[in-house]
């Protein structure tokens, strides 16, 4: 399928064809459309002057028939630049689009006042998209590198550096696996605590207290969260250690203060340093007073996104 079957002087108007911002889904949606013979854009945010919605990186994926996918600002501009991808996709080039501050379209303003620049590559090749899926399937973190130059976009490993960003002419567009959130123990907490990660968009496990602290240990790296949800610090120690054993970007555990305290000392007990204690979160949560589930579950999940972001900010993340 070409754009010619759509007729040169066919209106094609933008429709949304997936509300999402998950860049896994971006990506699998152009790979899937481009796959199936049908034109694709894929849209990147790599320029921000002054404020935006969106960090550098941002994307959608912008069909011929004129479906799309993601958000590189507040949702105000998007059908905006969906219609500039179709043209860039009707002339067969590919081009910038600025918006905002500094841009030649002054009827589109966004709200935040500042502007940004959006490059917008037409597809070629579907082979580094799916390079990056799989990589992401596997739990591996993975690089898109555009060079408007030669027009091309090519995959790569994960390097040393995890921002987004211009380097030797070339944009880099990093992507890494879903967090996955690990909740253990057997209580109300741990069953709405899983039903707000999983609506936050986090996979989650819901580990079997039967479970070996080996095979428990395998499911961690560091994209992952480990949540101890236990009311019973024996239950708890085996995976607690198991997880300090290996390298999540967050360790929390229920409790108060006096039991934190207990925890600390069965950790010492068992050769624990104080710099490994010091990973661990608790009591768990960004507020520690909370006693109903729902409350816990809210203060867990938004503690694991803080965290997470955080984390984002430093040039290696892991």
Not at 174 to 189: A, D
Request: glycine share 10%.
């Amino acid at each position: 399928m070409s754009l010619h079957d759509f007729g040169e002087d066919e209106v094609v108007l933008p429709t949304v064809a997936l509300a999402t911002d998950e860049p896994v889904e971006i990506l699998r949606y152009a790979y899937d459309s481009f796959r199936a013979g049908i034109p694709v854009a894929l849209v990147t945010l790599v320029e921000v002057r002054g404020g935006a919605a969106r960090a550098i990186g941002a994307q959608m994926a912008v069909r011929g028939d004129g479906r799309y996918c993601g958000f590189v600002s507040g949702g105000c501009t998007e059908a905006a630049v969906a219609a500039e991808a179709i043209q860039a996709l009707r002339k067969g080039h590919d081009r910038f689009l600025r918006l905002g501050e500094g841009s030649p379209f002054f009827d589109i303003v966004l709200p935040c006042g500042g502007g940004i620049t959006l490059s917008i590559h037409i597809l070629k090749k579907a082979d580094p998209l799916g390079e990056v899926l799989s990589n992401l399937a596997s739990r591996r973190p993975a690089t898109l590198r555009y060079t408007p130059g030669s027009e091309s976009m090519e995959f790569g490993e994960e390097g040393s550096r995890s921002q987004a960003g211009w380097f030797d002419g070339t944009f880099t567009t990093h992507y890494q696996p879903r967090i996955r959130v690990l909740l253990c123990g057997r209580s109300v907490e741990l069953t709405i605590t899983a039903a707000v990660a999983r609506a936050a968009g986090y996979e989650v496990d819901q580990i079997d207290l039967a479970v070996d602290s080996s095979a428990f240990a395998s499911r961690i790296d560091q994209f992952s969260a480990v949540a101890l949800l236990f009311h019973d610090l024996d239950r708890e120690l085996p995976l607690l250690q198991a997880a300090l054993r290996s390298n999540p970007f967050y360790i929390g555990a229920l409790g108060s203060r006096r039991t934190h305290e207990k925890r600390i000392a069965l950790l010492r007990e068992h050769g624990f340093e104080d710099a490994d204690i010091a990973r661990i979160k608790a009591p768990i949560g960004v507020f520690d007073k909370a006693r109903d589930a729902s409350s816990i579950a809210l203060s867990v999940v938004a503690d694991i996104a803080a965290a997470r972001s955080c984390g984002q900010q430093a040039p290696d993340f892991g």
